[in-house]
């Protein structure tokens, strides 16, 4: 092989050494997911502002940070009824991000969760059985990893993270004067 063949050769494998593998992937689309979760549903967006004491008010009752802006949320409708909320949820994992979509039932409580993207390695993400676990869920002080909430080694940031956005969307669900406030 010629230098300028051996070179190039040399400079392909350097690049794919440091060459790093495209971890993002899309898992499951908004509708893909609101139909597993909210069976025969359907959905209506509704977008909720918040500003600084909404926020505030927010964070305060899920006990983790709620940034003020705009929160993606969809009214859930089955024959006309309500069915719940779906909420979007994109927040970092350990320096990736994560988009989960959390639906909370008419009762206030988690209907489910599914994990739509999920950019950080995927031996970091939880088995769907694990989310499953958080069905059944209100907003209330057991709802924390360590407390009534497993983590999984290996994944702790994930189902940390996990946890935050089921708080978050339960504590905008009852600001947002879509639910029933949980005793």
């Not at 209506?44 to 918040?50: D, G, I, M, P, V």
């Not at 993207?117 to 989310?131: N, T, V």
């Not at 080694?153 to 994930?158: D, F, K, P, Q, R």
Request: proline share 5%.
């Amino acid at each position: 092989m010629c230098f300028k063949g051996r070179l190039a050769l040399l400079a392909l494998a350097a690049g794919l050494a440091f060459a790093r593998p495209a971890l993002a992937r899309v898992l499951n689309s908004f509708e893909g997911a609101r139909a597993g979760i909210a069976l025969g549903a359907s959905s209506a967006r509704r977008t909720l502002f918040l500003d600084e004491a909404a926020s505030a008010k927010a964070a305060e009752l899920a006990g983790v940070k709620v940034k003020p802006g705009v929160v993606h949320a969809y009214r859930l409708l089955r024959d006309g009824q309500p069915a719940g909320m779906a909420y979007l949820d994109v927040h970092r994992v350990r320096t990736l991000p994560e988009k989960v979509l959390v639906v909370v039932g008419t009762d206030g409580k988690i209907a489910g969760i599914e994990v739509l993207a999920f950019q950080e390695p995927p031996d970091y993400l939880p088995p769907q059985r694990w989310y499953d676990k958080l069905k059944g869920r209100a907003l209330d002080p057991d709802l924390q990893i360590g407390r009534r909430v497993d983590g999984i080694t290996g994944a702790t940031l994930t189902t940390r993270a996990a946890v935050e956005s089921a708080r978050r969307a339960l504590a905008l669900h009852q600001t947002s004067g879509e639910g029933k406030k949980t005793e």
